[in-house]
């Protein structure tokens, strides 16, 4: 994975990595098997890559859809996150420092940050290639209208555009807008127009038919 | 689907979780040991044969010792296996995997959380 982070980030002294049991094993053996020519790193991204919309349980969706639906759990999943989709229990788990940001007329958000770390997988899956990648990372900071319009969503001039610099103490969700037409829908269906691109702010949810 | 190998291991590999298009994972490392078994079966190290008797074998170990048998723990028994795999065929041995593991634990805990954790020679001789 390309790890080029370069913002400031502001650490507590006493905190510092942690990697599962799991996660070590893992990162040993491709180190291991890496070095004695067995494996590409490249082609094993690729391969992960190949299957970046069935990694995680990608639960965003359903907390999105249940926002929509349900007032008091909106202000509960804006007020804190982590609290309100642990809460929930049987439909979703997250990490801490978990944030929801809402897009309105006003104001549309999306995240950034190139570390893996740093995405909230639990949530949205596994980031997308892109994501990791620095140009969209310095471009989304500088030029976030011209990256959406690469992506295909043109926002009215008069929207202002926040770009959220994630890193590993806080992660964010973008709650999109409700489409228009969606009126009466139950959460599944709802669920099922949420797209992992509208959770990072790089897309809109799939239209009403 | 992206991959012919996957496809393969999809039909020849009893029990991998999936859905219409191909395997599904809960959590990143497990697409990470999977990407690497179909890179070392690429590479001619062991059949899906093989690798199948190696898991199922894996599998009965641990529930022989307790695994609740839920298809949860599927990948660490998959994990298992290719590092059994892998020792067994030559390519290296468990201390040479454990002093790799230990040399990570040892990067992390030199790693400000939130920056990205990288391997250095240091770190295998603590």
């Known amino acids: 994975m390309a790890h080029d982070h370069d913002h400031d980030h502001h650490h507590h002294d006493h905190e510092h990595s942690e990697l599962s049991e799991t996660q070590l094993r893992v990162r040993a053996l491709e180190t291991v098997l890496t070095e004695k020519g067995y494996v590409d790193p490249a082609a094993l991204d690729a391969i992960v890559e190949a299957y970046e919309t069935k990694i995680g ?30 809460a929930l229990g049987h439909i979703a788990r997250t990490g801490d420092h978990l944030i929801a940001v ?12 190139t570390l893996c770390s740093c995405y909230p997988w639990e949530m949205l899956g596994l980031p ?3 994501y990791k990648a620095s140009p969209y990372r310095s471009r989304a900071v500088k030029d976030p209208r011209g990256v959406l319009r690469d992506f295909g969503v043109t926002l009215s001039a008069d929207t202002e555009i926040r770009v959220w610099d994630s890193t590993a103490e806080t992660r964010f969700l973008v709650l999109p807008m409700r489409p228009a037409g969606t009126e009466g829908w139950s959460e599944e269906r709802l669920a099922e127009i ?11 949810p799939k239209a009403a038919p | 689907m ?5 496809m393969q291991a999809a039909k020849a590999v009893p029990g991998i979780p999936q859905d219409e298009d191909g395997p599904v994972f809960n959590e990143p490392w497990q697409a990470q040991a999977f990407a690497m ?7 001619g190290l062991f059949t899906w044969g093989e690798w199948a008797a190696t898991l199922a074998d894996e599998i009965k170990r641990a529930q022989a010792a307790g695994d609740p048998d839920t298809g949860e723990t599927y990948y660490s028994h998959w994990l298992a296996a290719l590092e059994r795999l892998v020792a067994e065929k030559g390519v290296a041995t468990r201390e040479t995997l454990h002093r790799t593991r230990d040399a990570w634990d040892h990067a992390c805990d030199r790693t400000p959380h939130g920056q990205p954790i990288e391997l250095r020679a240091s770190d295998f001789h603590e």
């Open chain 2, 37 to 43: 078994t179909l890179a070392l079966y690429d590479r």
């Open chain 1, 57 to 86: 349980p990608r639960n965003g969706a359903r907390v999105v859809a249940k926002a929509w639906t349900d007032p008091a759990f909106k202000k509960e999943l804006l007020d804190d996150a982590t609290k309100a989709i642990n």
């Open chain 2, 2 to 6: 992206p991959n012919a190998t996957a």
């Open chain 1, 194 to 204: 949420v797209t992992r691109d509208s959770m990072i702010g790089t897309g809109l």
């Open chain 1, 102 to 113: 809402e897009n309105t007329p006003q104001r549309h958000n999306m995240v950034v940050c």
């Open chain 1, 128 to 130: 997308p290639v892109w």
